[in-house]
């Protein structure tokens, strides 16, 4: 099963449009780390937030805000007022640790299309 | 500061041959982590090295492999190469083990198998 989902496979928006990017995640453990990543069409993965189980905080970061929900195991990801520059996929992840040590795993990642 | 650096950008190789891609991580990051992206399967975790230990290893064959320098640089190895292997490995470095940290990513290396 996966552990990480990202329903969303390719979204387009208008410029200026906000948009909502959904991750479901999946885990026994009490202790765990969520993360969102961005990759742009260079291909390098570019870190966006890491979020521990025990801070539901949301966090805004300029136009960027997320909103982490234990109740539904969501983490989502806002962008405000969409810029051509933010088109890229976007990966949520989750790590927890096994008795196998730490596990990292990723979503199938949301591509984002800003047209201008 | 520079960050993280994998050499080759892009390979090419031919099935049964074997590929050794480098990373040279960010000065100060001890740990380096392989990962391996295709179209099929996304991205998926291959394994974490620190203090030149492997300390987590995803669910590869044994024809993957690494190792980790004194200097934190790790190399990655796979041996007689598939068709199937053809994908965008990439890098990454954190201050420390465990995915707790932040990670940097690098650009990747583009192997292509024919």
């Known amino acids: ?116 | 500061k520079a960050g993280v650096t994998q050499t080759p950008r892009y390979l090419i190789k031919t099935r049964g041959q074997q590929v050794t891609l480098s990373c040279s991580p960010i000065s100060g990051h001890r740990s380096v982590s392989w990962y391996q992206q295709t179209p099929g399967q996304g991205l998926q975790f291959l394994f974490e090295y620190f203090s030149e230990t492997q300390r987590n290893k995803g669910n590869f064959p044994g024809r993957f492999s690494g190792r980790q320098f004194s200097n934190s640089r790790s190399e990655m190895n796979v041996s007689t190469l598939e068709l199937g292997d053809s994908a965008l490995y990439l890098c990454a470095s954190s201050l420390s083990e465990g995915f707790n940290y932040g990670y940097t990513f690098g650009s990747g290396t583009r192997l292509t198998v024919v």
């Open chain 1, 1 to 116: 099963a996966q552990k990480v989902t990202q329903a969303q496979t390719e979204i387009s928006v208008v410029e200026k449009e906000d948009v909502t990017l959904d991750c479901v995640y999946e885990t026994r453990d009490t202790t765990y780390y969520l993360f969102w990543y961005k990759q742009p069409p260079s291909g390098e993965l570019v870190f966006l937030i890491r979020r521990n189980s025990f801070d539901e905080q949301n966090e805004i970061s300029g136009r960027y805000s997320w909103n982490f929900q234990k109740s539904t195991s969501s983490f989502n990801f806002t962008i405000t007022a969409s810029q051509v520059v933010d088109s890229a996929v976007y990966f949520c992840a989750l790590s927890e640790a096994s008795n196998t040590g730490n596990q990292f795993y990723f979503g199938t990642g949301t591509s984002l299309t800003v047209i201008p």
